[in-house]
């Protein structure tokens, strides 16, 4: 039996890719004709699907269908390119996953372009199960990519391995939330897009600075006694 199940969010919990995104993203907000939105205003709409946040943007239905078009032209090609593992990351992964931690991924990218990327960056080693949007599907927003990554794992109502045995990681309110429809609590991460106070006003348990203090953390909550040559 695995220790604990781990789901985590991809971009600015694993992966900074805020940069790639935010550029693409103005491009194509631009290119019809939803105005110039300069790429350092919209770091704060990078995590949640785009339907959730541009209309506030003043996009319409159809800039809105266009835009995502758009975007997904010129920024799928590169996205791997421009997503790299944050410092400490793939320690973190690999300590997670030798102490006997179950790790998934739930995010709301595209499914297919998550493995991408993650192939890409060396990165899908670790994940027993990668899940993301998928349109076609019907599948989109967190709560319903968390859904389906718990029961691809086996985590169903009638066989959950208890809420206290499988946690969510992210960075966004969006993360918290769509944890909380399914019965999961969420260890936010301060390196990614949030702002000030987001993750604990959402409902984060505790928001971990580092990769390392993140790890002691999950290591902790499932109660699992690590074997490390690490000084302290």
């Known amino acids: ?4 199940t ?3 969010d991809l971009d600015g919990t694993l992966l900074d890719s805020a940069k790639g995104i ?3 993203l103005s491009m194509a907000m631009d290119a019809v004709g939803a105005g110039r939105h300069p790429p350092d205003t919209l770091r704060s709409y990078v995590g949640p699907p785009f339907e959730a946040f541009m209309p506030d943007l003043g996009l319409d239905p159809a800039q809105i269908l ?3 078009a758009e975007y997904r032209r010129t920024y799928d090609p590169l996205a791997a390119s421009l997503s790299q593992p944050y410092p400490g990351i793939p320690e973190l992964l ?36 990668i899940g993301g949007a998928d349109h076609a599907r019907g599948r989109t927003g967190k709560a319903a990519v968390v859904g389906s990554v718990i029961h691809r794992l086996g985590i169903t109502p009638a066989r959950r391995e208890a809420p206290s045995r499988a946690v969510m990681v992210g960075d966004r309110l969006h993360d918290v ?12 991460v301060s390196w990614g897009y949030a702002e000030p106070g987001e993750l604990i006003a959402a409902g984060a348990i505790v928001v971990a600075e580092t990769p390392l203090e993140l790890g002691d953390l999950l290591l902790k909550r499932f109660g699992v006694a690590e074997v490390t040559d690490r000084a302290d």
């Open 94 to 129: 690999d300590r997670l996953q030798n102490c006997g931690i179950r790790l998934a991924i739930a995010t709301s990218k595209p499914e297919s372009l998550a493995r991408v990327i993650l192939s890409d960056n060396g990165l899908h080693i670790y994940f027993d199960v």
């Open 22 to 24: 935010t550029e693409h």
């Open 66 to 68: 266009a835009a995502t």
């Open 177 to 188: 939330s769509g944890a909380a429809a399914h019965g999961l609590e969420t260890f936010g």
């Open 6 to 8: 781990v789901l985590l």
């Open 1 to 4: 039996m695995n220790a604990g």
